[in-house]
Each structure stands twice: as C-alpha cells, then as structure tokens.
C-alpha cells in the first residue's frame, strides 16, 4: 500500500512563493518511480504541472516553467514542489501522483496513467 501526503499550500498574493511537499509511505519503489505534481481548479479538468522521472527526466507545463521547481528528497521519501512567482491562476488543489513504470517524460500529464494520488493541498494566490 502507497500512502502520499501532501502539505504546504496556502493563500499568498500574487507574486509570492509557496513550496509543497509529498510524504511517500508504503512500496518504496513507488518513491523511485515517477513522481508528478497536478492540479485542478474550480470547474476545469485536473493538469499536470510537473513531473519528476525515474531516470531523473523532468518536465513542466508550460504555464509554469521557470517559476516552478520540482525536487526530491530520497533519504526523506519526499517530493518537493517550489513555486515562485504565483499568480491568480495558480489557484488551485494541488496533488502529488506516483506510479511504476519506464521514464515517464512522454506520460506524465497523464492523469489515468498514475495510481497513487494523495489527498491534495489547496493554493489559493490572491491579485
């Protein structure tokens, strides 16, 4: 059984910095799979926003790179999430996924291809 605690989310103006974190427990290989953060907004469909690879291969959305970071802590089991810069449409219920598998770069937004999701932490950037 995997277990993916998210926490560090919060309401900060825009142009402000939050860094979310992903506590992995249970499987360990879970931890050394790919590993991606996502989000949903109110009414629209939940996206990837970056994703960490087994092979160290990462990616971003578009909407998000070069403000947001993505890292690990393997001694920790933790996946990080630093986001710089956050503006209104940031906003959003973050969740950290994980899943097994070959090097997720081609995969990783999508959502139907990630077993293990945690329960989210909500962002919320204010104008």
């Known amino acids: 059984q995997v277990t993916l605690v998210e926490s560090g989310g919060g309401s900060v103006q825009a142009g402000g910095s939050l860094r979310l974190s992903c506590v992995v427990s249970?499987?360990?290989?879970?931890?050394?799979?790919?590993m991606a953060w996502y989000r949903q907004a109110p009414r629209k469909e939940r996206e990837g926003v970056a994703a960490?690879?087994?092979?160290?291969?990462?990616r971003y959305a578009d909407s998000v790179k070069g403000r947001f970071t993505i890292s690990k802590d393997t001694r920790k089991k933790t996946l990080y999430l630093d986001m710089n810069n956050l503006k209104p449409e940031d906003t959003a219920m973050y969740y950290c996924?994980?899943?097994?598998?070959?090097?997720?770069?081609?995969?990783?937004?999508?959502?139907?291809?990630?077993?293990?999701w945690g329960q989210g932490t909500q962002v919320t950037v204010s104008s």
């Open positions: 249970g499987y360990y290989e879970a931890y050394t799979s790919c």
């Open positions: 996924a994980t899943q097994s598998g070959p090097p997720c770069r081609e995969w990783a937004f999508e959502a139907d291809r990630f077993g293990y």
């Open positions: 960490l690879g087994s092979d160290g291969g990462i």
